[in-house]
T-cell receptor
């Protein structure tokens, strides 16, 4: 059983399109995150959610809208995709905030053409 | 402003020898540090962590050392094995309530057989 699963693994799309990435964790964790790994391989936090509530929005453009229907799911919807959105997006979860390890999904490689 | 830095993008080590990966940080508020290992096309997986109240933590072949005065941590792998070849990220978290883990840019370790 995969602890943190995200779909799709690969996403190729045209500029201007809208797309979603889904994430689910079966670990019973309270906190979920979205990270972006850009071309320089830098893993940068985008959003943190705790018990379905948004805690952190790291100056991400409002074209990115996370949605957490319940504690086990955190989806990422991206409107009007731009070339610069091409990256690998990782979902992660932790039991709670602070002094806890993060569990990551396998990533979604987004390519915007 | 990169608060967690891994200044060596790559490292090659002979099988059986020690691998030492380094990480520096700037924010003295960080109180928990983690190391992650990442294979291509997979998500980062947790390796080992250390709380700021300790200076060493050991788990099998992996040992993490923390020097708070120097704001420096290192990961030692002894003995190194070819399967250890991967990208290693160090990460730091702020005290509970901040929901934020900050990652370095990674060091690619190659263990030569």
């Amino acid at each position: 059983d995969t602890a943190v699963s995200q779909t799709p693994k690969y996403l190729v799309t045209q500029m201007g399109n809208d797309k979603s990435i889904k994430c689910e964790q079966n670990l019973g964790h309270d906190t979920m995150y979205w990270y972006k790994q850009d071309s320089k391989k830098f893993l940068k936090i985008m959003f943190s959610y705790n018990n379905k509530e948004l805690i952190i929005n790291e100056t991400v453009p409002n074209r990115f809208s996370p949605k957490s229907p319940d504690k086990a799911h955190l989806n990422l919807h991206i409107n009007s995709l731009e070339l610069g959105d091409s990256a690998v997006y990782f979902c992660a979860s932790s039991h709670r905030d602070g002094n806890e390890k993060l569990f990551f999904g396998s990533g979604t490689q987004l390519s915007v053409l | 402003d990169q608060q967690v830095k891994q200044n060596s993008p790559s490292l090659s080590v002979q099988e059986g020898r020690i691998s030492i990966l380094n990480c520096d940080y700037t924010n003295s508020m960080f109180d928990y540090f983690l190391w992650y290992k990442k294979y291509p096309a997979e998500g980062p997986t947790f390796l080992i962590s250390i709380s700021s109240i300790k200076d060493k933590n050991e788990d099998g072949r992996f040992t993490v050392f923390l020097n708070k005065s120097a704001k420096h941590l290192s990961l030692h792998i002894v003995p190194s094995q070819p399967g250890d070849s991967a990208v290693y990220f160090c990460a730091a978290s702020l005290p509970t309530g901040t929901y934020k883990y900050i990652f370095g840019t990674g060091t690619r370790l190659k263990v030569l057989a």
